[in-house]
């Protein structure tokens, strides 16, 4: 939908190689084509007739990244930010070549201030290092990416990410303040503040949040914490069906509870972590709900009790209840070692990522179980039924062109099948350049228009992390 042309290899010669060099610092360079080439992919599969990117960058402070954008507007070189790559729609992957900056040196924790409730952070803190580092002080940040050991702040904000507490601690949008951001002509803009309420001017940082650096680069990020819950537990709740796990789910909320979080994870999924890494998880029911509740002991205790009460209502067939914090870990690693557990069974590993309402999620695993049979695909499926995004995982191998040309055919069958449920194409994967062509199943004319000269006035030379989302 975006056309200009980003030439990137007559207008990148040794002079702006000096330029950037002298910005950064010879230490915090990379041109050689081994060195490069490792930062080129991110976890998605993108084609292999993209270019390369010619330089990758380590700045250190705003002031770098404002210098570097200046000299990459003028010479309409493309820009990427980029934090772990951990990105599974292509996001961070530079397709049109340019300058990929790297932001693992911009990754300190500025400020936790434990009176306002807020922390300033650089983008390249790791998600985890933050959770643990407020939880010291009894504060809590509840964005959970399930790679959060390596996610970073700023592809949590690129992308809005979310993960399995988001049913009832909402996503990063939810937590954030205010953004330091370099626009793409080297500018320096602040779009929010330091305080919760703030409806002053159009609402800038909500634009940034989930614009996957195509609006500007986040150097700095002020965000909300929460006091932390005084404990928490978690259970694994196994069904012989799928829709009784999905009627379960339905039957918790509507009894006026609200586990922090509420996954699904089918058979298949199961056995597959299970032969991975091995934690004692029962193999032959359909389903499992994972489930957690946080609160004073009092008010977990009460909740456990209250869930499983639920859960046999609706022909659960085991439960099984956290007995220690030990156990409690033990079962979380099961769960967060699902993409690792699949990658054993082919070569490559997609992860997708599809939301619909909660109430057709038993109808969407169903379609997605008859796509991947119609196109002989291996496929497991899990997500956070609590807010009705799935996560179907296909295991293939992508040098086999027949097998390649079934995951696309599926895939476009995917994202119909959501949209035709009342959903949409991503809840916190993005969209990246794997998930652009879709957009018009979702997106009307007028909107994709509107959004097109959002982009435009924000970066008019189209440098910023291009053919991604539009």
């Known amino acids: 939908m975006l056309t200009k042309d980003l030439n990137t290899q007559n207008n990148f010669d040794d002079n702006i190689i000096s330029a950037l060099t002298k910005i950064a610092g010879k230490e915090n360079i990379i041109t050689d084509s081994e060195g490069v080439y490792a930062y080129s992919f991110d976890c998605a599969h993108i084609p292999f007739n993209k270019k390369y990117p010619r330089i990758v960058v380590f700045p250190e402070n705003t002031a770098q990244v404002s210098d570097i954008l200046k000299i990459a507007n003028k010479y309409r070189i493309p820009v990427i930010a980029r934090g772990a790559g951990s990105n599974h729609a292509g996001g961070c992957a530079p397709v049109k070549g340019g300058i990929i900056l790297h932001f693992s040196k911009m990754n300190k924790i500025l400020e936790i201030n434990n009176q306002d409730l807020t922390c300033k952070v650089q983008p390249g803190v790791v998600v985890g290092d933050l959770q643990r580092a407020v939880k010291a002080i009894g504060l809590f940040f509840p964005p959970d990416p399930s790679n959060l050991a390596v996610s970073t702040i700023g592809g949590g904000i690129a992308l809005s990410s979310g993960g399995p507490r988001a049913f009832k601690y909402g996503t990063f ?60 537990n978690v259970m694994l709740a196994y069904f012989n069906s799928i829709e009784n796990a999905v009627d379960a789910v339905s039957g918790i909320i509507n009894n006026h509870l609200t586990p922090s979080v509420i996954d699904l994870i089918d058979k298949k999924t199961v056995q597959t972590i299970e032969n991975f890494c091995p934690n004692g998880l029962l193999c032959d029911k359909e389903a499992v709900l994972l489930i957690e509740v946080d609160g004073d002991r009092a008010s977990v205790s009460a909740q456990e009790n209250k869930i499983m009460q639920i859960c046999q209502e609706y022909g659960v067939q085991e439960i099984e209840l956290a007995k220690d914090e030990q156990h409690k870990q033990k ?75 079934n995951f696309e055919k599926a895939k476009e069958e995917l994202f119909k099948l959501s949209v035709s449920l009342g959903g949409t194409l991503s809840g916190e994967h993005g969209i990246g350049c794997q998930k652009a062509n879709f957009l018009p199943l979702v997106l009307d004319k007028t909107t994709l228009n509107l959004m097109i000269q959002i982009k435009k006035v924000f970066d008019p030379n189209y440098i910023l992390n291009p053919e991604k989302m539009l």
């Open 173 to 232: 949008k939810d937590y954030v303040l205010d953004l330091e951001v370099v626009l793409a002509d080297g500018s320096i803009i602040n779009t929010g503040s330091q305080t919760v309420k703030n409806v002053t001017g159009y609402n800038l940082t909500q634009l940034m949040v989930g614009s996957e650096g195509t609006l500007g680069i986040v150097t700095e990020a002020t965000l909300r914490l929460i006091p932390a819950p005084e404990t928490s």
């Open 331 to 405: 079962i979380w690693t099961a769960r967060r070692s699902a993409f690792g557990a699949c990658a054993q069974l082919a070569p490559n590993v997609i992860t997708e990522d599809v939301v619909v309402p909660r109430s057709k999620i038993a109808e969407l695993s169903r379609g997605i179980i008859e796509i991947s049979r119609k196109y002989s695909l291996i496929t497991m499926v899990m997500g956070h039924i609590g807010d009705g995004n799935i996560h179907p995982n296909f295991a293939l191998d992508l040098r086999d062109i027949t097998q390649k040309n």
